[in-house]
């Protein structure tokens, strides 16, 4: 999963720097040349966007330093984690769920994952399989059971067999 996550981030790294390095040049010059830049508005946009990329670009490369740090091996192999497979059991809707949980950044609801940062993905942190655990979100107070988990460590060492 980290690998996987690296590699999404690389490549949006990729296109960020063309975007950055090539494309904003070639709108910044082409708006220059429309002449008055106070009240340009192709020109005000590439700088926005100029902006905007740089920030984004340096997001990524903290997100690159923080995977980085990651020890697979001192995560706890029992409990819900960042990379962790969950099925839980929403009691009060009597519905089943499972999702693996991911960096805020990585979030993809049809690849069925879940945030670390969001309410369920905090509430679940830590749990084990079997447990039951009281989430606070957004619609009132609910209560879930971990019905699976297979965590991080657990789905490296299964892919090393």
Do not use: C, W
Request: glycine share 8%; aromatic share 4%.
């Amino acid at each position: 999963m980290i690998d996987e996550i690296r590699e999404r981030i690389g490549e949006e790294v990729e296109q960020l720097v063309n975007e950055l390095n090539v494309l904003l040049p070639q709108r910044i010059e082409k708006a220059v040349e429309l002449g008055d830049l106070k009240e340009n508005a192709e020109y005000k946009s590439a700088l926005e966007r100029q902006q905007f990329v740089q920030l984004r670009l340096g997001q990524l490369t903290h997100r690159l330093s923080e995977l980085g740090k990651i020890d697979v091996d001192s995560m706890p192999v029992d409990r819900v984690g960042f990379g962790s497979r969950v099925e839980i059991h929403d009691m009060a809707m009597d519905e089943v769920s499972k999702f693996t949980i991911v960096a805020g950044d990585f979030m993809d609801l049809d690849g069925e994952q879940v945030s670390m940062a969001s309410p369920i993905g905090r509430g679940l942190m830590g749990a084990r399989k079997g447990e039951e655990v009281t989430i606070e979100l957004p619609m009132g107070e609910r209560r879930f059971k971990v019905l699976d988990l297979v965590t991080l460590p657990e789905q490296m060492e299964m892919g090393k067999k």
